[in-house]
């Protein structure tokens, strides 16, 4: 069965009412699109529930290792399969602003992936990984449980959205999505959320070609790799793409 995947993605136009430190930018405005969710009752609820919601990209043009500034205009995008969560975001965001962003413009889109293969996923921003509740660390965990982490990660998100009765896998599955896998970071990435210091870890994947590995990179590209994607938009990713 051919399954269509789209997704929504709106693009804010902002300017940044204050400098923020590239390692805060995630925490910050997360939690601005976090205290907007509460200037619409829908979206308030959406907050409350424990659910894949949306992921944000970080701001752009980028910043490595330095700062955000005042006064300069920036974008953003907030992404998800879910139609009307983005479709709440364009009116909630429409002319917001606090402390940390003042909204300038929206673009609402609808973007098809069904007839695209996808090569390549890499992270923009770290993906976060658990095992047994700590986090998965380069030097003290294996590369092997990082590749079951994440399939099964993706393997959740697949499921809620498109077919909650996917097939009961075995161990070797999640090699049919990743036929490489490269760690960029040459140590973990640390973001602040709360009072808790989230580690994570850029990361490239060459995607298989099956259907299993394609159906879960595009996955990746709408809602996140790893862990915490809402949050502090964790494990946005860019992609590769041919035509199918």
Excluded: C
Aim: net charge positive.
């Amino acid at each position: 069965m051919v399954i269509v995947i789209k997704y929504y993605r709106l693009t804010a136009s902002l300017i940044l009412k204050q400098n923020i430190n590239y390692q805060q930018v995630s925490r910050k405005i997360g939690n601005s699109i976090q205290k907007n969710m509460f200037n619409q009752e829908k979206l308030k609820k959406l907050h409350n529930t424990k659910t894949y919601k949306y992921i944000f990209s970080p701001l752009v043009p980028f910043v490595k290792k330095t700062e955000y500034l005042s006064g300069e205009k920036y974008k953003i995008y907030i992404q998800s399969f879910d139609e009307n969560t983005i479709v709440k975001f364009n009116y909630s965001l429409n002319n917001y602003e606090d402390s940390n962003i003042k909204v300038l413009n929206l673009k609402l889109q609808e973007i098809d992936l069904s007839n695209w293969i996808i090569t390549e996923i890499e992270t923009l921003t770290p993906a976060i990984v658990t095992v047994d509740n700590k986090p998965w660390v380069a030097n003290k965990n294996s590369i092997d449980e990082l590749m079951q982490k994440l399939f099964d990660n993706l393997e959740k998100k697949y499921k809620m959205f498109f077919e909650p009765f996917w097939p009961i896998k075995d161990d070797i599955n999640k090699h049919l999505l990743f036929e490489k896998i490269t760690i960029l970071s040459n140590k973990p990435i640390s973001r602040k959320y709360k009072d808790i210091n989230l580690i994570g870890y850029k990361i490239k994947i060459n995607v298989g070609s099956n259907d299993i590995a394609q159906k879960l990179a595009k996955v990746a590209i709408v809602q996140g790799l790893g862990e915490k994607n809402t949050i502090i938009g964790s494990g946005y990713v860019k992609y590769k793409k041919l035509r199918m």
